[in-house]
């Protein structure tokens, strides 16, 4: 079974451009994430959702983030415009998840590094 | 808000040593798990704990469970090169169960 897709793996942009990522999730799961790592640090989630629906993005800087869950399936994390901060590792993860069962699986992540 | 501290925050040892990591928090977590993550690669998951007090070793990994649900420890004996990799605690909580990671201790394994 495949797990976690994520395109693409690195992105180079200069500052005050438009990136967008893209996020494949294990087929069945109705729970998707998008966390923003910096490098030595843990994930930090920017946004949650279960099913279509944005349950948790709290710490999404609307601003210039902005997301979306299509049918409940495929995700689209996107900045505009980027700036020299944003640049980090962006993991999306799956999860089948229920009250007893959390564990998350996690996809190689987008290496964005803004110039 | 609910954190995580992670400690030691780097961690540098020889092949065969024991080695502890904890994770600690002022919150109770309904769960919590442990990730490795290797460079290049996102965290993979190695346990989930549940229960206060809860004991459970997969091969030479032990993990624990505070009796209180605040915290949590990670112990590996006779350490191995293939150990190296970043060790992230995530705990579970909150009333929309959200799960929230610790900093990580990066851990090297000299041969």
């Known amino acids: 079974e495949a797990g976690v897709v994520q395109s693409p793996r690195y992105k180079i942009i200069e500052k005050k451009q438009p990136v967008a990522f893209w996020c494949n999730p294990i087929?069945?799961?109705?729970?998707l994430y998008w966390y923003r790592q910096n490098l030595g640090q843990g994930p930090e989630l920017l946004i949650r959702?279960?099913?279509?629906?944005?349950?948790?993005d709290s710490q999404l800087p609307k601003d210039r983030f902005s997301a979306e869950r299509l049918k409940g399936v495929d995700s689209t994390l996107k900045i505009q415009p980027a700036e020299l901060g944003d640049s980090a590792v962006y993991l999306c993860?799956?999860?089948?998840?229920?009250?007893?069962?959390?564990?998350?699986?996690f996809g190689q992540g987008t290496r964005l590094t803004v110039v | 808000t609910q954190l995580l501290e992670q400690s030691p925050q780097f961690l540098s040892i020889q092949e065969g040593e024991n080695l502890t990591v904890y994770c600690n928090s002022s919150?109770?977590?309904?769960?919590l798990q442990w990730y490795r993550q290797e460079p290049g690669e996102g965290p993979v998951l190695l346990v989930t704990?549940?229960?206060?007090?809860e004991v459970k070793k997969l091969k030479r990994l032990t993990f624990q469970f505070g009796d209180a649900r605040k915290d949590s420890s990670l112990h590996i004996t006779a350490a191995q090169p293939g150990d190296t990799g970043l060790y992230l605690c995530?705990?579970?909580?909150?009333?929309?169960?959200?799960?929230?990671f610790g900093k990580g201790t990066l851990l090297t394994v000299n041969p």
């Open positions: 993860a799956s999860s089948l998840w229920t009250r007893s069962n959390t564990e998350a699986f």
């Open positions: 087929s069945g799961h109705n729970t």
């Open positions: 959702y279960e099913n279509e629906e944005a349950v948790d």
């Open positions: 919150s109770v977590f309904s769960s």
């Open positions: 704990v549940v229960t206060g007090g």
């Open positions: 995530a705990g579970v909580g909150g009333s929309n169960y959200k799960l929230t």
